[in-house]
């Protein structure tokens, strides 16, 4: 069984910038697509990022475009997401999630990861 354990979230003003890792324990998940959803209160889950087994090819939701990055490293077995240029409206509780389908795929769609950890709240003062 695969768990994910997300770590980095916090308060931070807009214009500032946070990290948040990923740890998936229990395998490692080199062969994993990893991704990252949010959660804004009353929204519902949209996607932020994803990135292939290698770590060579990445995808964004258009809101994060060019501010955000996601980045692995498999030696650590660990997936970052460094989030720049925080505004107000990425207050959300923010999932890491896996797919362990066995294509090494880009992967935009919630229904695509069999794996998800309990979200870390990131909130963005005005």
């Known amino acids: 069984q695969v768990q994910l354990v997300e770590s980095g979230g916090g308060l931070v003003q807009a214009g500032g910038s946070l990290r948040l890792s990923c740890a998936p324990s229990?395998?490692?998940?080199?062969?994993?697509?990893m991704g990252w959803f949010r959660q804004a209160p009353g929204k519902e889950r949209e996607f932020v990022a994803t990135?292939?087994?290698?770590?060579?090819?990445?995808s964004y939701g258009d809101s994060v475009k060019g501010r955000f990055t996601l980045s692995r490293d498999n030696a650590k077995n660990t997936v970052y997401l460094q989030m720049n240029s925080l505004k107000p409206e990425d207050t959300a509780v923010y999932y890491c999630?896996?797919?362990?389908?066995?294509?090494?795929?880009?992967?935009?769609?919630?229904?695509?990861?069999?794996?998800w950890g309990q979200g870390t709240q990131v909130t963005v003062s005005s």
């Open positions: 999630a896996a797919a362990s389908s066995g294509s090494d795929t880009l992967r935009q769609e919630q229904y695509e990861y069999n794996y």
């Open positions: 229990g395998r490692t998940f080199k062969r994993y697509t």
């Open positions: 990135i292939n087994w290698s770590g060579g090819s990445t």
